[in-house]
């Protein structure tokens, strides 16, 4: 059973036959298996955070049809739906709503009208999931950033979704805040079994990803392993995406004539070009 | 214009349970010309210390009321702190502020936040209106923001009747930085000023920056997390930790030794990390962390061993 499926999908802002240049999405076709860590890359403009928001209702499809572990996504059951389909925005400042930290956890499953009981018990699992647990009776306006949005996880952990999509959610953060949402989600995803899709910017953490799926003008245009997909640079550059610098060093060095192999790992490369120099002195 | 600083320190909320040393004597100097870095951890007191460059915070010295805190008997009182601009004092009360802001250029994080007229034209002319004596030259005007926009890589005709709410996040930026650099600033300060782009919206950025500094802005000071931005970009960086000042250095000495920035907790460039793995398999490779040196060092390596 696919965890969510996109058949055929049509979305646009604006209307199409007006404006030629509306964004819009013809046909897609998508799919994410259970217990799957999916990235989604593309340049701004490309359409990721468009299917991420179609993905739990937050935009409405124009036709086709989307579904979350064959249920087919519709006015009646949205709700249902959102419950199984958490989504993490860009800023945390945007998503919490509560001034105490487990009052803002609590306000997702408050809001579906859990029994008080089981409310307590989610709280403690979704604050112990992301790590801060000790920090429950703080002030959300006094975390750091990687906090608040570890906050916002848990927010939506509390309505145990099966899927987690995370928008962009590392863009604001510092390289250590970063590192703690990805951790976090590495973890939900090999030991809750949710199933993760991973919208975002950083080639870096693309890497960690079952699978990569490249986007651009509303289309899928590759997807493939993360080290199969970086080692297609030509195209990667065609659809404005940057490469990981470490491809980018390995490309200039093999045009500078060495031979090193695709490779995406510090201590690999070393070997390449270690083994390389020493063999030819 | 030169910026010096002697023995800078605050604290916010002093005398408060939430008192928080985000200062403790810092003291460096920044020449004219530099594309100068401040990296460290967020709260290691690297936004506290660009905000005084153009006098958001305030030396106590300036200001009109001043609390006298009287030193703890038996300690020396600690040495007055220094603060200056080019000619400006800031620590003197009788310092034009507002000239101040004008040469130095500050663009915050998330700049695109701070746009609010209606048009792009608008936003961008509000510095030269703010800091124009009497009314200002619609036409000097309009020139000033077509050259603004068309450093920053924008068309003024395409754009300049436009909202800047209907732009993309990285044309938005571009607008938020020429709506300042648009009184032509000698020194531009920038918290992080490609955070959250694509990665190519972070080329554009940076090669925005190359563009403007030393015609536009003599002097650009970045705040960064990526220490590869500064490794490729910037001439000197200083290293913040706990309000401190760990120290300045440029990047080709200050990646050598990448214990001194890892025991902090920070991140070394990518090319830093590759040093280190081949120094470990008996490779060294002299460079100066910056993508193509590194390259080029190895190349020639290769070419110098066959």
């Not at chain 1, 960690?208 to 970086?230: C, H, K, T, Y």
């Not at chain 2, 004008?102 to 701070?114: A, L, N, R, T």
């Not at chain 2, 926009?149 to 436009?162: H, P, Q």
């Amino acid at each position: 059973m696919h965890a969510l499926e996109f058949r055929d999908v049509d979305f646009s802002y604006g209307d199409p036959s007006q404006d030629a240049n509306a964004f819009r999405i013809r046909k897609l076709n998508f799919t994410v298996e259970e217990g799957e860590f999916v990235a989604v890359l593309g340049h701004n403009g490309s359409g990721k955070s468009t299917l991420a928001r179609l993905a739990n209702g937050i935009l409405t499809a124009d036709g086709g049809e989307i579904r979350v572990f064959d249920t087919v996504l519709g006015e009646k059951n949205l709700f249902e739906i959102r419950k199984q389909v958490g989504v993490v925005f860009q800023n945390p400042d945007n998503q919490t709503v509560a001034s105490i930290v487990e009052d803002d956890v609590a306000f997702g499953a408050e809001n579906v009208a859990l029994p008080r009981e089981e409310i307590g018990r989610r709280i403690d699992f979704a604050l112990g999931a992301v790590g801060m647990r000790e920090l429950r009776g703080a002030t959300v306006s006094r975390l750091s950033g990687g906090q608040k949005q570890r906050v916002a996880i848990a927010g939506v952990l509390a309505l145990k979704p099966r899927i987690m999509i995370l928008d962009e959610s590392t863009a604001m953060l510092d390289p250590r805040g970063r590192k703690e949402i990805i951790d976090v989600v590495l973890r939900l995803n090999k030991e809750e079994k949710i199933t993760v899709v991973l919208v975002t910017h950083f080639m870096e953490e693309a890497l960690l990803a079952d699978r990569a799926v490249v986007m651009n003008r509303g289309d899928i245009v590759m997807q493939g392993a993360p080290s199969e997909i970086f080692a297609r640079s030509d195209e990667l550059l065609a659809y404005n995406l940057a490469l990981p610098r470490i491809a980018v060093i390995t490309k200039s060095l093999r045009e500078g004539g060495m031979s090193v192999k695709d490779t995406l790992d510090i201590s690999s490369l070393a070997d390449e070009i270690a083994g390389e120099l020493k063999c030819g002195s | 214009m030169r910026i010096v600083v002697e023995h800078l320190s605050y604290t916010y909320q002093p005398r408060t349970p939430f008192a928080v040393k985000a200062l403790d004597d810092v003291t460096l100097t920044i020449e004219e010309g530099e594309f100068f870095g401040v990296i460290g951890h967020t709260g290691s007191g690297k936004s506290t210390f660009v905000q005084h460059l153009n006098g958001l915070i305030r030396l106590p010295s300036s200001l009109k009321r001043q609390k006298k805190i009287k030193p703890k008997k038996g300690c020396l009182p600690p040495p007055p702190p220094v603060l200056k601009v080019g000619d400006f004092d800031l620590g003197d009360k009788k310092t034009d502020f507002r000239a101040l802001r004008k040469s130095v250029g500050m663009v915050f994080q998330y700049p695109e936040y701070q746009l609010f007229a209606e048009t792009v034209k608008e936003d961008v002319a509000f510095g030269l209106k703010n800091f124009s004596e009497g009314k200002p030259d619609p036409r000097q005007t309009e020139e000033a923001v077509r050259e603004a926009l068309s450093i920053v890589g924008l068309d003024y005709d395409e754009i300049a009747d436009k909202s800047p709410f209907d732009l993309s996040g990285g044309q938005k930026r571009r607008v938020a930085i020429a709506g300042v650099i648009v009184t032509r600033p000698e020194v531009l300060v920038l918290d992080e000023p490609a955070a959250g782009l694509d990665p190519l919206g972070k080329r554009e950025i940076m090669q925005l920056l190359h563009r403007i500094h030393g015609s536009w802005c003599k002097t650009i000071v970045i705040v960064s997390h990526d220490m590869d931005e500064i490794a490729e970009n910037c001439t000197r960086a200083a290293v913040f930790s706990e309000g401190k000042l760990v120290c300045v250095l440029p990047p080709s000495e200050l990646f050598r030794d990448a214990g001194r920035l890892t025991d902090l907790g920070l991140d070394i460039p990518l090319t830093a990390k590759l040093v280190l793995a081949l120094r470990e398999r008996g490779v060294e490779i002299d460079c100066n962390f910056r993508t193509e040196d590194f390259v080029a060092a190895v190349l020639a390596r290769k070419g110098g061993a066959s």
